[in-house]
């Protein structure tokens, strides 16, 4: 089963850039990825599906600063000219199927 | 739209039971696995299980296997998380999710508080 890391928290100033990395245990390096956003107080937020090749899919309303990209078994989000909604923790999930499913233990991210 | 709409929040004592719930609109309800997320006071997110209402197929985490059960009624398009007896440590914020290639959508949550 897959294990993701994370780390614990990141920090950035307004309108500046941030590349949070999620990473995948050995082994488990072609996995796909999924990305959240959990803003303080709310529900957890789907942003984006990543594969290996870099490629991602968006969710509906994402907006454009929003970006995936891999590297061997790292999956980054990058997020560009940050806003003050977008500090919140970040959370990475993966799968072997549908029972056996695993989250990163997620990013809080400040902006400053 | 898809939206998953959970129930209330609710405050029980110890061994009592409960039932929440997670209605599913503006997709086929039978045509996607909906899954349920626990989060702990502060912590981060715990996968519990899945149903697949179209057959009813439901999967648990080893974790969560035997303290609680999922399942579903596709006529109405809603799933649900029960437990027999509730103990103080369930106490979390419970999320569903619809499951396709990844999570792709959250209900918005339903706070289980377990006091005495």
């Known amino acids: 089963q897959p294990v993701l890391t994370q780390s614990s928290s990141a920090s950035a100033s307004l309108g500046s850039s941030v590349k949070l990395t999620c990473t995948l245990s050995?082994?488990?390096?072609?996995?796909?990825i999924a990305w959240h956003r959990q803003q303080p107080g709310k529900a957890p937020q789907y942003l984006m599906n990543l594969e290996g090749s870099g490629g991602y899919n968006k969710g509906s309303g994402v907006p454009d600063r929003f970006s995936g990209s891999s590297s061997g078994a790292d999956r980054y989000l990058t997020i560009s000219n940050l806003q003050s909604e977008d500090e919140a923790d970040y959370y990475c999930e993966t799968w072997d199927s549908n029972t056996h499913v695993v989250f990163g233990g997620g990013t809080k991210l400040t902006v400053l | 739209e898809v939206q998953l709409v959970q129930s209330g929040a609710e405050v029980k004592k110890p061994g009592e039971s409960l039932s929440i719930s997670c209605k599913g609109s503006g997709y086929s309800f039978t045509s996607y696995w909906i899954g349920w997320v626990r989060q702990m006071p502060g912590k981060g997110l715990e996968w519990m299980g899945i149903i697949y209402p179209g057959d009813s197929d439901t999967r648990y985490s080893p974790s969560f296997q035997g303290q609680v059960t999922i399942s579903a009624a596709k006529s109405i398009s809603t799933a649900y998380l029960q437990w027999s007896s509730l103990r103080a440590s369930d106490t979390a914020m419970y999320y569903c999710?619809?499951?396709?290639?990844?999570?792709?959508?959250w209900g918005q949550g339903t706070l289980v508080t377990v006091s005495s």
């Open positions: 999710v619809r499951r396709v290639t990844g999570t792709d959508y």
């Open positions: 050995s082994g488990h390096s072609s996995y796909i």
